[in-house]
C-alpha cells in the first residue's frame, strides 16, 4: 500500500480555512513520542502519521499496534492555553465521531474519557478507535499532542471494531484523514475560545453509558458503581452513587468505564 499522500491530504484540505503541516512516515516508533520531542519548537497543526508503529501505546501504557491495510494513525501537535485543556480528549472524540458520520458512518457512541465505540443493535459494542492526549510546557501555553488511532478493518481476535463495520464505502486513507483534521481543527478552535464546557451537551448526546448504571474501574477491580449522569464543564465524569448526596466527579487517571446494566436508568 502507498504511503499516505499529504499533498493528496491538503488537497482536500483546501477550503478548511486554516493550514496543516502533514509528515508521513513508512514507520516509526512512536508519532506521539516523535512530537513530544519536538514540543518546544514546533509550530501548532503538525500532523506525523504513521503507517506502521512499532511502539504506538494507548492509555495506561496499552500498546496499539498498527499497520497500513488494518489502521490509521498519527499524532496532532497543537498550543493551548493551560486553562483549557480539561476535557480535550473528550473533544477530540467528539471531532472524530463528527467525521465518520460525514461519511455515513453509523451506530457510533463516546464512551468517557477517550474512546470511541461502535455499538450496533444487539451486539456489543467494539471498540472502533482510541484517543491519546499527552501534554508538555511551552512558554504561556501547554502544548498538546493528540495521538489517535483508528481502526479501519475489525483488529482478529480482539472484541474491536473496524470502520469497515460502520461505513457504506470505505474511503482512502487522505480524504480520512483530511476530515478527521478538519474537524479537529473546529473543535479546536472552539475550546481555545471557550472550553470543553461549549462542547459537553453535544458530546453527551453521542455518550454510549449516559444515564446507565457503570461500575467503575481500576486495574480491573470495581472501585465504585452509580449512574452515570454525564460529564462536567471540565470533563469529569458524574456519576450518582447511591447512599450518596449530589454527584460525584472522577477524573481519568487510571479509571475506565464499564456498564453494568443493559436498561438505562432515568
Known amino acids: 500500500m502507498a504511503l499516505i499522500d499529504p499533498a493528496r491530504v491538503h488537497s482536500a484540505l ?31 497543526a503538525l500532523v506525523l502519521v504513521a503507517d506502521r508503529q512499532t511502539a504506538g501505546r494507548g492509555r495506561r501504557e496499552r500498546s496499539w499496534e498498527s ?46 474519557p477517550n474512546d470511541l465505540l461502535f455499538t450496533p443493535p ?43 463495520d460502520c461505513l457504506p464505502a470505505m474511503p482512502s486513507r487522505e480524504d480520512l484523514l483530511a476530515e478527521i ?21 453535544e458530546w453527551q448526546t453521542h455518550h454510549a453509558y449516559q444515564n446507565c448504571a457503570v461500575s467503575l ?15 462536567d464543564a471540565d470533563g469529569a465524569l458524574l456519576l450518582e452513587i447511591p447512599g450518596k448526596a449530589g454527584l460525584t466527579r472522577f477524573f481519568a487517571g487510571d479509571l475506565s468505564l464499564r456498564p453494568k446494566l443493559e436498561e438505562n436508568i432515568r
Open 14 to 44: 483546501a477550503d478548511a480555512g486554516f493550514s496543516f503541516h502533514i509528515e508521513s512516515l513508512e514507520t516509526c516508533d512512536s508519532t506521539n513520542a516523535r512530537l513530544l520531542l519536538r514540543a518546544a519548537d514546533a509550530p501548532s
Open 67 to 112: 499497520t497500513p491495510e488494518g489502521s490509521l494513525t498519527f499524532s496532532l501537535l497543537w498550543h493551548l492555553p493551560p486553562e483549557k485543556i480539561g476535557g480535550l480528549s473528550l473533544a477530540i472524540g467528539l471531532a472524530l465521531l463528527r467525521a465518520l458520520n460525514k461519511f455515513g458512518a453509523r451506530h457510533l457512541a463516546l464512551k468517557w
Open 122 to 164: 444487539e451486539a456489543e459494542p467494539g471498540k472502533l478507535a482510541g484517543i491519546l492526549v499527552e501534554l508538555a510546557t511551552s512558554g504561556k501555553k501547554m502544548t498538546v499532542v493528540i495521538g489517535i488511532g483508528l481502526n479501519l478493518h475489525r483488529p482478529t481476535g480482539m472484541a474491536a471494531a473496524g470502520l469497515t
Open 181 to 201: 483534521l478538519l474537524q479537529t481543527g473546529r473543535v479546536l478552535a472552539v475550546v481555545e475560545d471557550y472550553g470543553f464546557a461549549a462542547l459537553r451537551h
Open 217 to 231: 474501574q481500576d486495574a480491573g477491580c470495581i472501585e465504585v458503581e452509580g449512574v452515570c449522569r454525564g460529564v
